[in-house]
């Protein structure tokens, strides 16, 4: 049942219903912030004064500082972030006999006021769940979702979707303002920097959000689709839900590359969540930060599953044996072991099946005793030549006879004796220079370097792996590269590390703080934050952690910080985001990671640019979760036009048959277009987009735009002709150059990033430069959220002549912002 008609046209009555309600609301509003500036000064007041003086011991002191100083600087870092759109909803349930329906305000995070009742409802509770999933055919128990939009921290517009108007009550229904949040949002242009859609997650996406933790969840979406801000999203809604299990663990969101680890720095504080790990492809070796890329072929063959068998190789390639047997000159002997009992002494080592470091130390042990003893019985015999001479000329008295006879069923070397002939010998550069030659201690490092600087070492290790390793020779000097990552991180596997003299100083540490942990529970759990909106301590901090503070008085370190500096790091969750790039050796590495196989992963395989990334998620995943990871696609493309796509489509028909573009929601803006034009009219060109995109209004701070960003996607053969011709525009997907108005790129680097207006350089180019070409040139055109121009040399591939005419037609397009007929995009990330 609807307003009456007089009613719904009264302009009058329409501003004042809107005057009533933004008024009712900034009140309100004002409130909240109010509400979080008390819970801001508490925090840091909790932070810079600590516990109150207590009568505990020295060390309860210090663990109750610790827990304290833990929660303040946790909530502190929360309420830091939120500051910008605090509150940017409101849901009211449908009135019923008893009286109105329960009203909730939904924010960035949960606020209470003095009496514990709830102010604020964290965007992540149950509570807060109808805000996103309620839709005019299935709408719950809502009567009405309110938008509020706010400029820092005034509300300066409001949207309604009412979906049952005599739920409401009679003051309600007059203050229905407003349109629908998610279409004003698709206005906005660019700004070079990601931002979150809390406000606006779709029904889909919250079904990703929400998924259980537990299994492998892919998120399958084409461009535009929203699927990476629906991550980062699920990641704070995991954290928030499950604290108690990742906490201590952490969650790992693994990006691919360092602008997208920028947006995330900049995403999730604003979701109420900053304790996540980060890291590319090219960081999950900790010391690492590898950005150097491979040729496709490189790449295919690093990728490649057997890598795994070929890095087994080369460490048993290092584990050597001398053919005729060991012989080390010293002391004037001439030290042997034959080849017999070196394999022995060898296969007894691989026996163990541990690392190679720590078999080392079985195998340099028994050469070291099988040394000793032949020395031992080089002495022997030294010394018996004489008695033996005397025998022999009948001049060797009984006594002594005896003597030796008794001798000889005793052992050359006792056991103290062996253990000191064998020192001695380590001691030796001669012996511990020929035991390091045959079995190394190796780090991952070395041994790659090593491996790809010796051809021969090359052909052995990869005949056993049944793979052509001739493009990986390369000089010792030569950068680490995103692909050596993962080999890197399988040779540490391999080798281990020999830490007996650490765990025994560990053990003895270990016992002697046994008790001290013991206390520290004891102060978790008698310890209780009087705020109920902070976390508890144990949710904070373990025993262990706490025993161990007692003892470091160095700064505290987060879960995060300790998680991503240790390899061996078991993490709860792990999101992957453009997963389909990762090979197979690279997700054997992620998969380390994560014992329990609790996974987001994020991409859409129609997009896969790397050579040897995923053509199907089963082929990376069966290996692991056979049968048992799940699928939800996100099907709508909120950020690219109906025009553009309609191109873009025909590109993913003709490259990869078999994959099925996301269907875009907006049908509005110019057509793309395409021009016969060298490299040097580009210029021209950009300057035209550019005034389009962003109406030619500079920023009044350094003559900047404020909104609107264009990119010049290239091929790798166009682009030093391209960076000549546009000598002032940034270059590369690094977060100054995306902050620039115009930055060039490759398609490769493009991935995952968005702008107003795009042009394409040379797509023919393109298409042949890789196996992937095809995929690198889908990802290219649709990257542009208002305008897309492909420029060529007379050389457009087939699929993409319907493009030819409107070139020919296009002199100077019209703009497509409001005043020209159309709007601006969604500001929302692609997937």
Not at 679 to 702: A, H, K, M, N, R
Request: hydrophobic letters at 40%; charged letters at 25%.
């Amino acid at each position: 049942m609807g307003l009456r008609q007089a009613d719904a046209v009264n302009p009058e009555r329409d501003e004042k219903a809107r005057t009533s309600a933004m008024l009712a609301e900034q009140e309100y509003v004002s409130r909240v912030y109010a509400r979080l500036d008390i819970e801001r000064a508490r925090a840091e007041a909790a932070l810079r004064d600590g516990p109150a003086a207590g009568g505990g011991s020295a060390f309860q002191a210090r663990l109750e500082s610790a827990v304290a100083t833990d929660e303040a600087a946790r909530r502190l870092a929360g309420l830091g972030g939120v500051e910008h759109g605090l509150c940017f909803g409101r849901i009211d349930h449908r009135a019923d006999a008893d009286g109105p329906g329960d009203t909730f305000y939904i924010g960035r995070i949960g606020l209470r006021d003095e009496d514990h009742e709830p102010m604020l409802i964290d965007w992540r509770a149950a509570a807060a769940r109808p805000f996103y999933t309620a839709t005019p055919g299935a709408p719950g128990t809502l009567a009405r979702r309110r938008h509020l939009h706010l400029r820092r921290r005034e509300v300066v517009r409001l949207d309604d979707e009412v979906f049952d108007l005599e739920g409401l009550d009679e003051s309600e229904r007059g203050g229905i303002v407003g349109e629908a949040a998610l279409l004003s949002t698709l206005r906005r242009g660019r700004t070079g920097r990601m931002s979150d859609v809390v406000a606006t997650i779709q029904e889909e996406q919250d079904q990703v959000i929400r998924s259980d933790l537990q299994g492998v969840l892919v998120v399958q979406g084409g461009p535009g689709t929203g699927k990476t801000v629906a991550a980062l999203h699920r990641a704070a809604y995991l954290l928030y839900t499950h604290r108690d299990i990742l906490e201590r663990r952490g969650v790992l969101v693994v990006g691919p590359n360092a602008t997208f680890l920028r947006y995330i720095e900049q995403v999730l504080p604003g979701l109420g969540e900053t304790d996540v790990a980060l890291a590319t492809v090219g960081e999950l070796y900790p010391g690492l930060k590898a950005t150097a890329t491979e040729t496709p072929a490189v790449a295919v063959i690093k990728g490649d599953l057997r890598m795994a068998d070929l890095m087994q190789a080369a460490v048993h390639d290092r584990q050597r044996i001398p053919a005729d047997g060991l012989h080390i000159e010293t002391d004037g002997l001439t030290l042997v072991v034959d080849a017999e009992k070196c394999e022995q002494i060898r296969d007894r080592a691989r026996g163990l099946h541990l690392p190679h470091n720590v078999q080392r130390r079985r195998f340099v042990h028994d050469l070291l005793e099988a040394l000793a003893i032949n020395r031992a019985e080089q002495y022997d015999r030294i010394m018996d030549e004489p008695l033996e001479q005397l025998a022999e000329n009948g001049g060797l008295p009984d006594w002594l006879q005896e003597l030796i006879d008794e001798a000889e069923d005793e052992p050359l070397l006792d056991e103290t004796d062996l253990r000191l002939a064998k020192e001695a010998l380590w001691q030796d550069p001669a012996v511990r220079s020929a035991l390091n030659g045959l079995w190394p201690e190796l780090t991952p490092e070395r041994l790659l370097t090593d491996l790809y600087a010796d051809p021969d070492a090359l052909a052995r290790a990869g005949a056993r792996a049944d793979l052509d390793c001739t493009l990986l020779h390369r000089p010792p000097n030569a950068p680490w590269t995103i692909s050596d990552v993962p080999l890197l991180d399988e040779a540490a596997e391999l080798l281990g590390k020999d830490d007996s003299a650490e765990k025994a100083r560990r053990r003895a540490a270990e016992a002697a703080r046994a008790q001290e942990e013991l206390y520290a529970r004891e102060v978790i759990e008698a310890a209780g934050p009087a705020n109920p909106e902070m976390l508890s301590a144990a949710d904070l901090l373990s025993a262990a952690e706490l025993a161990e503070r007692h003892h470091d008085d160095g700064p505290s370190l987060t879960t995060a910080q300790r998680a991503i500096a240790d390899r061996e790091w078991a993490y709860g969750h792990v999101i992957v985001d453009e997963a389909q790039e990762l090979s197979e050796m690279a997700w054997r590495t992620v998969m380390r990671r994560v014992p329990t196989r609790s996974l987001t992963v994020v991409g859409d395989t129609a997009q896969t640019g790397n050579a040897a990334g995923a053509a199907s998620w089963g082929q990376m995943l069966d290996r692991y979760v056979p049968g048992r990871w799940r699928e939800q696609r996100l099907l709508v493309n909120y950020r690219t036009p109906a025009a553009i796509m309609r191109v873009a489509a025909d590109v993913l028909a003709a490259v990869a048959p078999g994959q099925t573009p996301p269907e875009p929601v907006r049908d509005d803006g110019p057509p793309p277009t395409a021009i016969a034009m060298p490299v040097t009219e580009l210029p021209s060109l950009i300057e035209s987009e550019l005034s389009l995109v962003t109406g030619g209004t500079p920023d009044d701070i350094g003559g900047a735009f404020k909104e609107g960003r264009l990119a010049v996607i290239t091929s790798a053969a166009r682009r030093a002709a391209v960076l000549e011709a546009v000598p002032d525009a940034a270059v590369g997907a690094t977060p100054k150059a995306l902050d620039s108005p115009t930055v060039v790129l490759t398609a490769e680097q493009a991935k995952g990033l968005e702008f107003d207006s795009v042009i394409v350089v040379d797509p023919s180019g393109m298409l042949t430069e890789s196996p992937k070409g095809g995929q690198d040139l889908y990802v290219a055109m649709t990257r542009a959220t208002r305008r897309l121009t492909l420029t060529h040399n007379n050389d457009l591939p087939p699929f993409l002549s319907a493009l030819e005419q409107a070139g020919e037609d296009r002199g100077v397009r019209g703009g497509d912002d409001p005043a020209q007929g159309g709007p601006a995009v969604a500001d929302r990330v692609e997937g």
